[in-house]
């Protein structure tokens, strides 16, 4: 079955980065799109960017162009997002979900991963 | 930057209710709209994609409706299990996506 297991939470002090993993297990890792989508407390959901695990060619939202940086480990079925120059406001659940190339929907998401950001 | 917006925000309502929440985009996304029901403390869970077409496992009282801009989630019988937060989304400027903000159902 069609999984996607996250890396723990994290706690980062503002300035720092953060890398949250997303293994994939399940079907041909390489043949459907990750995304990365975030939830701060309270608040709706905001689509961050994504990646094609075949190539490696990333879309970013405009809002986060200059800060996140997606990646893929084909070797391990493993998706990475690296968000850098946190600030408080970075405080939220970041979830990964799949799209099966030729369809636009989210199908699979992981369990999504609690980053704080605090002094 | 295509926008969502849904109403109402959030709604009270009751167990047989038919509920109904709209969602707006800013300009004609033709029917890449899929809505997503979340539970709170759990990752989003697909239920409509492309407008209309329900996604495996999800129960026929769910339905999509719309094109263009204006574009329905219809509940014909609440649930218990239906109290949710429910969000849109538009696909039509693959691979970017964005979200409606939401609308919360509580019970009344």
């Known amino acids: 079955q069609v999984q996607l297991v996250q890396s723990g939470a994290e706690v980062k002090k503002p300035g720092a980065s953060v890398k949250v993993s997303c293994k994939a297990s399940g079907y041909t890792f390489t043949t459907h799109y990750i995304h990365w989508v975030r939830q701060a407390p309270g608040q709706g959901l905001e689509w961050m960017g994504v990646?094609?695990?075949?190539?490696?060619?990333?879309d970013y939202a405009q809002k986060f162009q200059d800060r996140v940086t997606v990646t893929r480990d084909k070797s391990t079925s493993t998706v990475y997002m690296e968000l850098s120059s946190l600030r408080s406001d970075d405080t939220a659940v970041y979830y990964c979900a799949r799209v099966v190339t030729g369809s636009s929907w989210h199908d699979y998401w992981g369990q999504g991963t609690l980053v704080t950001v605090s002094s | 930057d295509i926008q969502l917006t849904q109403s109402p925000s959030s709604l009270s309502t009751s167990v047989g209710d038919r509920v109904t929440i709209t969602c707006r985009a800013s300009?004609?996304?033709?029917?890449?709209l899929n809505w997503y029901q979340q539970i709170p403390g759990t990752a989003p869970k697909l239920l409509i994609y492309a407008t209309s077409y329900l996604q495996s496992g999800v129960p026929s009282r769910f339905s999509g409706s719309g094109s263009g801009t204006d574009f329905t989630l219809t509940i014909s019988s609440l649930q218990p299990e239906d109290f949710a937060t429910y969000y849109c989304?538009?696909?039509?400027?693959?691979?970017?996506?964005?979200f409606g903000q939401g609308t919360k159902l509580e019970m009344k």
């Open positions: 990646i094609n695990p075949s190539s490696g060619s990333t």
């Open positions: 989304q538009q696909s039509f400027t693959t691979p970017l996506y964005t």
């Open positions: 300009q004609s996304i033709s029917t890449y």
